[in-house]
């Protein structure tokens, strides 16, 4: 009979056959799953586990310090990476989604690598995959098609020449949850929404800017905060705003404004594979789009997705 805290037990004993006294090193992301991995592999060999958490600039509003704090008071030996400059330099004039994509996975590896040789004899990659990551890269990616690379960081521990350990690779995201509340992890990073890796920059359709981003930032704060407060953040699967590449024309005080538009959406759905917009109530909607047409200069006007998946998919790039 499968329980968090029997999986919790038995994976701890056999990562700690598995991995000895060798050193290990883990990428967190700030989402559940790569947190859990952590704890799971802290819980079994201590401070053998070093992590690291790169910020590529492509993080939510406040994200990267909010996370590394709360991961610095569950005891994890985390190493902060500020590498803002970088990505965003190697992104310049990129508009091809995909190519968005490969430069952010390129540019990660790179940058973990570096930081992750300054750990003396490390043996190990551990990775927070889970199963349905594996069914998801051999059903997107097949031979001839590349729906898109999803899976962004796959080229890593062919580069690293570390051995990988992945201790959720079997488990489903609900499960994930649970192990996750077994081992007391904060229930912000236990509900958190799926965030994708390449973050912000498939969400600014077109050319990425620090400037696209700094908007980008301060609508989907409002958006995701208004959530939280309205008490809707946890009946939605996913959410968050797309920085469209077109300007509106629109009417502030006596002049005429031509500024840009933003799409908020919202899913439901159980692995992503699926989804369906959200109903939320229309008074919601409407006091968010005020509050950021009137908070966030450069934009004047919101609109609402309202298309599934398929033939729609989650984001749109
Ligand atoms: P789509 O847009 O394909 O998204 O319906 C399904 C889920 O996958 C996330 N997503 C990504 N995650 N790298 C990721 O790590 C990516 O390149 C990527 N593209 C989409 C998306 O946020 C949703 O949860």
């Known amino acids: ?24 090193v883990l990428g967190l992301s700030g989402g559940v799953d790569s947190s859990v991995a952590a704890l799971l592999l802290h819980r079994a060999i201590g401070k053998n586990l070093t992590c690291i958490f790169v910020d590529n600039g492509l993080l939510r509003k406040d994200e990267f310090t909010g996370v ?20 965003l330099s190697e992104l310049k ?20 690598d570096v930081e992750a040789h300054k750990i003396q004899d490390v043996k190990w990659l551990a990775q927070g995959t889970i199963y349905p990551d594996i069914i998801e890269s051999v059903s997107v990616n097949g031979p001839s098609v590349t729906i898109k690379s999803h899976h962004n960081v796959g080229g890593l521990p062919e580069k690293m020449h570390l051995k990988v350990v992945e201790p959720l690779n079997l ?19 236990l509900n958190r929404h799926p965030f994708p890796g390449p973050g912000l920059a498939i969400r600014i359709l077109g050319e990425i800017t620090p400037e696209r981003v700094a908007l980008l930032q301060e609508v989907d704060h409002i958006f995701i905060n208004g959530l939280k407060t309205s ?74 997705d309202i298309s599934s998946k398929p033939p729609a998919t989650i984001e749109w790039e």
Not at 13 to 18: D, G, N, T
Not at 93 to 112: A, N, Q, S, Y
């Open 68 to 87: 590394l704090d709360s991961y610095q008071h569950m005891g994890l030996n985390v190493i902060g990476v500020d590498a803002r400059d970088r990505f």
């Open 1 to 24: 009979n499968w329980t968090p805290d029997s999986f919790v037990d038995t994976t701890v004993k056999s990562l700690q056959e598995k991995l000895g006294n060798d050193k290990v």
């Open 231 to 304: 008490g809707l953040y946890d009946s939605v699967w996913q959410a968050g705003v797309i920085l469209l590449p077109v300007q509106t024309v629109g009417v502030m005080g006596d002049e005429r404004t031509y500024e840009n538009a933003v799409a908020l959406r919202a899913v439901s759905s159980t692995d992503g594979m699926t989804a369906d917009w959200v109903h939320l109530p229309y008074e919601f909607l409407a006091n968010i789009s005020n509050e950021i047409i009137n908070k966030v200069r450069g934009v004047n006007r919101v609109v609402y």
């Open 93 to 112: 004039g990129k508009t091809d989604p995909e190519e968005k994509r490969k430069t952010i996975g390129r540019v990660f590896i790179e940058v973990f």
């Open 171 to 189: 488990l489903f995201k609900d499960e994930v949850r649970r192990v996750g509340r077994s081992l007391n992890l904060e229930e912000t990073i």
